[in-house]
């Protein structure tokens, strides 16, 4: 690298933000484009020698021109090149030990990219601060793409900036970089810099720094350079050298390769074969050379900047320069190369490479077969797959096939398109499954992806084909056990305890433990479903009884076992497994896997219930709020729940960010009946109320979550003081109460009856009657440990109890209120309860239990008559000539005098004091 960095002051400002942001807790993404040669390795390199200077780790990894060939090797490169206590760290992270040298692949156990992407995240937090640079970004393999798009979106407070660079020049219409760019560009997380070209008086300045030259030459340079950095450092070069200077960039780059001896040229175009770089043993060996004459070629080549040296090797000074001199290689001068190299190399992904290129197809077609299985080893999937579909297309072009293969081409697709889906492309798995033979096995997995892409009717369908076709008993399970999973949820649904007591018998006859376990979790869901909770409890302890050797079954046990615990109020024990799950997944790197979050939110939810606030509220600040896809909004919504009931100031920004996701369902219900509860105590029921309605309209009849989106329609129709929809709200929760999803009867546990009650309370509060009796069976039914529910309960029973006359009872209940909310330090159920306490004068002895009507002012008992006949603020206001604002004050103080909360209640008391008549 030569010369002082010139003309980017800009540009590296914003990189140094984004480092200093990392360095204060706040992670970044930077993505650095230009043409070849402007200059993004220049800026990149001034960046990681001013993150070294402030104490960051700096890891730098390069993707090379291998197409999906070496899954990850940026990381590796990255890893291996770090510092020792870096390289240390990783090693303790088996998934990515295993891309530093020696050491060999550790067997699956499942979900294998997850576990890598989670341990990565897991090294950047024990080393961090981190500054990861990951250069040529248009030549990522699938996997190193999808993990640059895994950390932009996961890394949010940790002290690590991830900087990309990349060829814009390179990027065409179809590249698969271009969609990356364009879903990371529209994260908040993410800053974008792009290198234009130098202008003229930079490019002076910037070529006065590579060494003397004269005005003339100066001049010629700049103008022919076009404000490439790179350009004008091979026209300097050239100059010096006494050349005449080429017209394009690449006859100038070979005009100096020209100048080197003949051993010289032999060494590097041999070089540009390899690729990058290139280790000095491999190179020597390739070249053919004496070793005295080819240490001579490499020293002329190294002096002249050609070539650097790096590591054990060699690395070209710039890819436009690798490029030149390989595409001006002949075309048997390349083939008897790469002949060379894969008759010497091992890596099979580099050998499939090589092999192809020197046309030698069966080797190859083996090559790629074994690169397959050793992607699939590392966590790679898509190239895996990829590796795979190339032996496939080579299939035919081979002869005895099958033989190298060691398997058939059947065995073959089946095994790409488990590898697709694997990856994330269950559409491409499906269809690639749908032209194989359909055995049980093809056909369960067809069944088992159809049904994780919904379409459950299609899935029943093949899964029962899958049963039909199996002919031992450990297919046959399995195609049980994902037949009776398709069928869970659909009209069919009461044949799945039948179906999944099959599969369990026959997958424990066979010894098939992951057909035992799919078994038994469907069956416990069936069985939760009609109310047996002991029942469900067993099956899922059964479950639990050992590992599966599949983490992601392992991990979904524990995960409904504890969801089971806590959905019947076993808050403790709920916990327990909790923990353990999430032990589970941590020490397997899966902290961000399906389950893996499954159970972090799920042990949120056991704090917040438990009234563990503090701890929910840490767990919450991991949730990130700047969200971009449907399940980093759905669990961004979970934090609401602490955040909305601590009235915490982040609530909007939040929000903010999920507004876009609230097409979805799960998403929708999460944030917006928070949302709604948020509007509730800032004074906009009528807001709330649309978000209420929004939910319900998305919801599937009979669901339970309608049972809680009812209770907060109510709430705010009650401040509303209307009845118009409270009919409807309290028949769609009772529709959940009593038929459920399925129409086989709803059973909920503790806190959904907790919540039904609390919808007759409040559809009767609505009307203006408060239920004494049914506020305190509200109050004892959230008692089974949900803290704030209960205490929000004691609030509406105090209330109901002022109104009818027990006011040293109402008091008593409206300090436990005080005394939670003040525990938990819920601001906004603890200004509502003040307010209350005001207007009901309580203090330590207690009061009267009326208001006499003298303590009305004769303007207050005016607007008392109209308030209880049903009109606004407005409509008073015109009544009485007044403006709406007295009246306003007017109803204010008139709901302080009589002790109650909401113009329906306001008019209730007034009627039974007799101040109506």
Same mark, same amino acid.
């Given at each position: ?224 350079? #076009?404000?490439? +950095?790179?350009?004008?450092?091979? &026209? @300097? *070069? %050239?100059? !010096?050298?006494?050349?005449?200077? =080429?017209? /394009? $960039? ?77 595409? #001006?290689?002949? +075309?048997?001068?390349?083939?008897? &190369? @790469? *002949? %060379?190299? !894969?008759?010497?190399?091992?890596? =099979?992904? /580099? $050998? ?99 049904? /994780? ?465």
């Amino acid at each position: 690298m030569n010369g002082l960095l010139v003309g980017r002051s800009a540009e590296l400002a914003g990189l140094l933000r984004a480092l200093s942001s990392a360095a204060d807790g706040v992670a970044g993404v930077a993505l650095v484009g230009g043409d070849a040669g402007i200059g993004k390795t220049r800026l990149a390199a001034e960046l990681a020698a001013e993150a070294r200077t402030r104490g960051f780790n700096v890891l730098v990894g390069q993707c090379a021109e291998l197409g999906d060939a070496l899954p990850y090797l940026p990381l590796a490169d990255a890893l291996r090149g770090a510092e020792p206590a870096v390289r240390e760290a990783a090693a303790a992270h088996p998934m990515l030990g295993q891309l530093l040298p020696g050491t060999e692949s550790a067997p699956s156990a499942g979900l294998t990219q997850q576990r890598l992407f989670g341990s990565l995240l897991g090294l950047l937090a024990d080393v961090q601060p981190v500054l990861f640079v990951i250069e040529d970004l248009h030549w990522a393999d699938r996997s190193t793409r999808d993990l640059l798009v895994f950390l932009s979106r996961m890394l949010q407070s940790e002290r690590v900036c991830v900087v990309g660079t990349y060829r814009t020049d390179d990027l065409h219409r179809r590249h698969p970089l271009r969609p990356v760019l364009a879903e990371l560009k529209r994260l908040p997380t993410v800053t974008s810099v792009e290198l234009g070209p130098l202008g003229a008086g930079e490019m002076a300045d910037y070529v006065a720094t590579l060494g003397e030259i004269d005005a003339q030459s100066l001049g010629l340079v700049v103008s022919r350079a #076009d404000g490439n +950095p790179f350009y004008a450092e091979e &026209l @300097h *070069a %050239a100059m !010096a050298e006494g050349d005449s200077l =080429p017209d /394009e $960039l690449a006859s100038l780059l070979l005009s100096r390769v020209e100048v080197l001896s003949e051993a010289g040229q032999q060494v590097l175009r041999a070089a540009a074969v390899a690729g990058r770089q290139v280790e000095d043993d491999l190179l020597r060996e390739v070249s053919g050379l004496p070793l005295a004459e080819f240490e001579e070629a490499v020293r002329e080549i190294v002096s002249r900047g050609l070539l650097k040296v790096r590591g054990h090797g060699y690395a070209f000074r710039h890819a436009l320069l690798q490029e030149a001199v390989y595409t #001006d290689l002949l +075309p048997g001068e390349r083939t008897r &190369l @790469h *002949a %060379a190299f !894969a008759r010497l190399l091992t890596s =099979p992904a /580099e $050998l499939a490479h090589h092999h192809l290129a020197s046309h030698d197809l069966a080797g190859a077609f083996a090559a790629s077969i074994e690169a397959g299985r050793a992607a699939e080893r590392v966590g790679a999937p898509a190239e895996a797959h990829s590796h795979y579909d190339r032996a496939l297309s080579l299939w035919e072009r081979v002869d005895d096939a099958a033989r190298l293969a060691g398997t058939s081409r059947a065995e073959l697709a089946f095994r790409s398109a488990v590898m697709a889906a694997d990856s994330g492309d269950k559409h491409r798995a499906v269809a690639q499954l749908r032209v194989l033979p359909q055995t049980s096995e093809v056909s369960e997995r067809l069944a088992y992806y159809l049904y /994780e892409t919904d379409d459950e009717a299609a899935a029943a369908e093949v899964a029962e084909r899958a049963v039909e076709s199996a002919d031992e008993p450990a297919a046959l399970s399995r195609a049980m056990a994902t037949h009776a999973r398709t069928l869970l949820w659909g009209p069919r649904h009461q044949e799945v305890e039948e179906l999944a007591t099959k599969a369990l018998e026959l997958a424990r006859t066979a010894g098939a433990r992951d057909a035992e376990v799919g078994a038994l979790l469907t069956l416990a869901t069936s069985v939760e479903l009609r109310g047996d909770m002991h029942r469900a409890h067993e099956l899922v302890e059964k479950a639990m009884a050992g590992p599966t050797g599949d983490l992601a079954m392992d991990l979904r046990a524990r995960f409904h076992h504890a969801r089971i615990h806590y959905e019947q109020g076993v808050l403790e024990h709920a916990a327990e497994v909790a923990d353990d799950g999430i032990r589970l997944a941590s020490d397997a790197g899966l902290m961000w896997s399906t389950y893996g979050t499954d159970l972090r939110f799920l042990r949120f939810l056991i704090h917040y219930v438990a009234g563990e606030w503090d701890a929910a509220e840490t767990m919450a600040a991991g949730f990130g709020a700047r969200v971009g896809t449907v399940p980093e909004a759905i669990l961004s919504s979970f934090a609401l729940f602490v955040e909305v009931a601590r009235g915490l100031p982040v609530v909007e920004s939040r929000l903010s960010w999920l507004r876009p996701f609230w097409s979805d369902p799960l998403a929708s219900y999460m944030s917006r009946g928070l949302a709604a509860e948020h509007a509730l105590w800032h004074g906009d029921p009528a807001t709330a109320l649309d978000h209420v309605r929004a939910v319900l309209a998305a919801q599937v009849p009979g669901d339970s979550g309608n049972v809680r989106m009812a209770a907060i329609g109510l709430w705010a129709l009650a401040e509303l003081g209307t009845t118009e929809g409270a009919d409807e709200l309290r028949a769609q929760a009772r529709l959940a109460v009593e038929s459920g999803p399925t129409g086989a009867g709803g059973h909920l546990g503790p806190e959904g009856r907790a919540w039904a009650l609390r919808v007759e309370a409040e559809w009767h509060r609505v009307h203006g009657r408060l239920d004494v009796e049914l506020c305190r069976r509200v109050t004892e039914a959230f008692g089974y440990g949900f803290v704030y529910e209960a205490a929000r309960a004691r609030w509406r029973l105090a209330e109901a109890l002022l109104a009818a006359g027990e006011r040293h009872a109402a008091q008593a209940e409206w300090e436990q209120a005080r005394e939670a909310a003040g525990k938990l330090r819920a601001v906004p159920l603890e200004s509502a309860l003040l307010d209350f306490g005001r207007r009901a004068r309580f203090g330590s002895s207690g009061g009267q239990t009326s208001v006499p009507q003298g303590e009305l002012t004769a303007r207050e008992a005016e607007v008392l008559r109209l308030v209880a006949e049903g009109l606004t603020n407005r409509e008073i206001a015109e009544r009485l000539f007044i403006a709406q604002k007295t009246v306003s004050v007017h109803v204010s103080n008139i709901l302080g005098k009589l002790g109650v909360s909401t113009r329906t209640q306001a008019a209730a008391t007034a009627r039974r004091l007799g101040l109506l008549p």
